[in-house]
Nanobody
Framework: QVHLEESGGGLVQTGGSMRLSCAAS????????MGWFRQAPGEERKLVAS????????RYSESVEGRFTISRDNAKNTMYLQMDNLKPEDTSIYYC??????????????????WGQGIQVTVSS
């Protein structure tokens, strides 16, 4: 089991920035890929960004490409999502997710087994 806990959400104005953190604990000695998802009311949960075990590969959804940056610090078992130029449509609950991976250089898209409890991000217009 890998336990995930998000932090850093809240309220920000349009055009502002915010950084989310996700701390992992438990069986973190087994390599794991990670990702950020978000879910707005009445919508499906969608992948925002993901990052490989090594931290050297990442992928982004089209809606956040160029504005969001995913990163991880394996020494701290922590993943980050730097969100810049935020827009009202970025308002959602953001979830941290993880899965064990053998390929250290694959940014995962599906198959996430572990989830955080979610954290609210609200962008005011």
């Amino acid at each position: 089991q890998v336990h995930l806990e998000e932090s850093g959400g809240g309220l920000v104005q349009t055009g502002g920035s915010m950084r989310l953190s996700c701390a992992a604990s438990g069986r973190t000695f087994i390599p794991y890929g990670m990702g950020w998802f978000r879910q707005a009311p009445g919508e499906e949960r969608k992948l925002v960004a993901s990052i490989s075990v090594s931290g050297e590969r990442s992928r982004y959804s089209e809606s956040v490409e160029g504005r969001f940056t995913i990163s991880r610090d394996n020494a701290k078992n922590t993943m980050y999502l730097q969100m810049d130029n935020l827009k009202p449509e970025d308002t959602s609950i953001y979830y941290c997710a993880a899965l064990h991976l053998l390929d250290r250089d694959m940014a995962p898209v599906v198959g996430f087994d572990y989830w955080g409890q979610g954290i609210q991000v609200t962008v005011s217009s």
